[in-house]
């Protein structure tokens, strides 16, 4: 008997028999404007194989004007039409199915031939859209209803409308974008008119049969956002014009409340589906922040939702349901929900793939072949870097031995785990010591690794990661000073605490400090409050009328840096603003420019500016060093004194904050050519 029973069994959608509950939700991945058709179809045949239920491709654009970005991918060609063939044919020879995303951005298109409903732009765009007139509307609908019948001419199962997250069928939906007269606007059955006729004409180009997934979206989390009655309206509307299955869409992208970090609670939204389902007589889909088989399972068989989509969970592990299908469930590479990877890369122009799995839209090119001759490899750090070398090695038929002086393996993510919202760190962690519990690789823990150590080995990888970099502020008698290391490994501070640099350790840091004792990312009630999110059928957008309640702060918190700029600017270009809000919401006082004179019993003493002008004491109980970080290259250069030849990765090749991403890159990357 399956330990997932509801996940794993089957559903069927249309003239669609699915093998079980699962899909994997749309990502725009980039592949398909690289033009090398092969390493798409390798990506999506992979997920196929690993026993995604239906897959949902990156948004394809209906038209030139609809597309995310000028370029955009999409079925304008029987050129396009043969080279989605080979995706659909690569699904479908693993036994999968794969509908085609249709989406239009409307004003969130970074162009300057973008359409609306209004000409009001976009926060998020500096582009102001067009306002459509009565034949440009019709064009919209003709070319979504043509993009749908190209897609099962090429060999998609059906297509998923994209209806949510304020891209342009939901920015007709709701006043705060459609400020129209005509029949496109004013009362809600003129405003919703649009999606539920590109639905009609959808349903129409393609047939019977194919599945039309709607994504609809339940929680605006905007200004003048949908009321539940109007998404119930919408929803049964879109059912009686031929929708298949509805998909769960939350929050637009605009929105300034986070929806998919990895400080979300899980399935922190899943109620709204469950909420949804008895008002439709089809199935309907839940999503947002569902990472792992147990939390799918819980959820179907609750009856919350008829089918669970996971996306960036099928970039950590391609054979994410083959796994929890043969009890391997420990096995399956958790997504941390961190963005590095991912939507950092998606918004940065970049092609996506995943901080957990280098090999994520890489699978041509990046490839863990058996070897023929196994070599013995010393791996010296159990950090990100050092574990995955020692894996991807040990699963290629080598000998490895890791060395950390450490008693667990995990290097500093045991110090990320202890940050309040990174609580997924902790599955991570787990996941590399469970993958390092493997034929061919021993451990040895709890030992300082020295050059005498490496006699014997046909490989030396170091990977010793990094030590904390002094920055060298004079320190009176009295003072307490910690590094960061001490702060989360539950050093006493004090109630007033300084942080020198606003890094990305510094924010953790802050984190830490303001939320003692509690953590939003464990305790939904407190996250909603937190970022003042409610319920639609309480709040019209499902948000509070006063704006967000944050508990009061745990400690009065100073965050400094020497740059004169904004501090955080560095971080996560999807999540460093909620690190921003987060810390303003408690208070955190965040200052730029400062010049750090001298710490004394008292305090930080610091001033401002080039000419150290404005000298003034903070009171604090505790000076905490979040001043970056050294490479720790001690046995690394012991090697080179002896002549002994090795690699260097991670931390000890480049400190740059904790940049987990680029360590298990190069890990992984190194590993594959040893």
């Not at 699962?22 to 404007?33: D, I, K, P, V, Y």
């Not at 869409?249 to 990895?262: F, Q």
């Not at 006063?546 to 501090?567: C, I, T």
């Amino acid at each position: 008997m399956t330990s997932y029973p509801h996940l794993l069994a089957p559903i069927t959608l249309g003239a669609v028999t699915l093998r079980n509950r699962s899909l994997m939700g749309s990502m725009h991945t980039g592949l398909e404007e690289t033009g090398d058709w092969g390493r798409v179809a390798a990506f999506y045949a992979a997920r196929a194989k690993g026993g995604a239920g239906l897959i949902v491709t990156g948004g394809m654009a209906p038209n030139r004007e609809g597309g995310v970005f000028p370029g955009a991918a999409g079925l304008f060609s029987e050129k396009d039409i043969a080279n989605h063939r080979r995706v659909t044919d690569a699904v479908h020879a693993e036994g999968g199915h794969i509908a085609m995303q249709i989406l239009h951005a409307g004003r969130y298109a970074y162009s300057k031939d973008c359409v609306g409903p209004s000409a009001a732009k976009s926060p998020i765009s500096p582009f102001s859209p067009r306002e459509l007139d009565e034949e440009g509307i019709e064009k919209q609908i003709a070319d979504i209803a043509t993009a749908a019948a190209r897609a099962i001419e090429a060999g998609y199962d059906g297509v998923e409308v994209m209806g949510s997250e304020g891209y342009f069928l939901n920015q007709f939906l709701v006043t705060h974008t459609n400020r129209r007269t005509d029949r496109w606007g004013g009362t809600y059955a003129n405003r919703m008119r649009l999606p539920v006729e590109v639905v009609a004409r959808v349903r129409a180009a393609m047939g019977p049969g194919a599945v039309l997934v709607y994504r609809i979206s339940l929680i605006d989390l905007v200004p003048e956002g949908s009321t539940w009655d109007e998404v119930v309206a919408l929803a049964k509307a879109i059912e009686a014009a031929g929708a298949t299955v509805l998909n769960t869409g939350i929050g637009w992208h605009e929105a300034r409340v986070p929806t998919i970090a990895t400080s979300v609670p899980r399935a922190g939204f899943a109620d709204l589906t469950a909420r949804l389902r008895p008002e439709v007589g089809i199935p309907v889909i839940t999503s947002n922040r569902i990472n792992a088989p147990e939390v799918a399972e819980r959820l179907l068989a609750a009856g919350v939702a008829d089918m669970v989509s996971m996306a960036r969970p099928w970039l950590a592990d391609a054979e994410f349901i083959v796994k929890a299908a043969s009890g391997r469930a420990a096995e399956i590479a958790p997504c941390i929900a961190c963005n590095q990877a991912c939507l950092d890369h998606t918004f940065s122009g970049k092609l996506t793939s995943c901080l957990v799995n280098p090999r994520a839209c890489h699978e041509t090119e990046l490839t863990y072949a058996p070897v023929t001759v196994p070599k013995r490899i010393a791996v010296v750090g159990a950090g990100p870097a050092g574990m995955m070398t020692a894996i991807v090695a040990g699963q290629r038929g080598h000998k490895v031995t890791l060395f950390d002086r450490a008693e667990r393996v995990g290097g500093q993510l045991n110090l990320a785990k202890q940050v309040p919202g990174k609580e997924e760190f902790h599955g991570l962690v787990d996941w590399f010591a469970t993958m390092l519990d493997a034929p061919g690789i021993t451990l040895r823990l709890g030992q300082e690794a020295t050059a005498d150590d490496m006699a014997g080995f046909d490989e030396v990888v170091i990977a010793t990661g990094v030590a904390p970099r002094d920055p060298g502020i004079p320190v009176e008698p009295g003072a307490k000073v910690l590094s960061y290391i001490d702060v989360l490994q539950c050093a006493p501070v004090g109630r007033r605490v300084a942080i020198v640099g606003a890094g990305g350790i510094g924010f953790d840091v802050a984190e830490a400090l303001v939320h003692e004792g509690e953590s939003p990312t464990l305790d939904i009630d407190l996250w909603r409050a937190e970022w003042g999110v409610t319920s639609p059928w309480r709040d019209r957008g499902g948000l509070a009328p006063a704006g967000p309640a944050p508990h009061p702060p745990a400690r009065e918190v100073h965050l400094l840096q020497r740059k004169a700029e904004k501090p955080g600017r560095g971080l996560g270009k999807t999540t460093g603003w909620i690190h921003r809000a987060n810390l303003a919401m408690k208070r955190v006082r965040m200052q730029g420019g400062v010049n750090y004179e001298r710490i004394t019993a008292e305090g930080l003493v610091i001033s401002h500016g080039p000419n150290r002008e404005q000298p003034e004491l903070l009171a604090v109980d505790a000076v905490v060093l979040c001043a970056g970080q050294v490479p720790e290259r001690g046995l690394s250069a012991e090697l080179d004194r002896r002549g002994i030849p090795h690699h260097r990765i991670g931390g000890a090749d480049v400190a740059a904050e904790l940049d987990a991403k680029r360590a298990i890159d190069q890990g992984a990357r190194l590993a594959a050519r040893l």
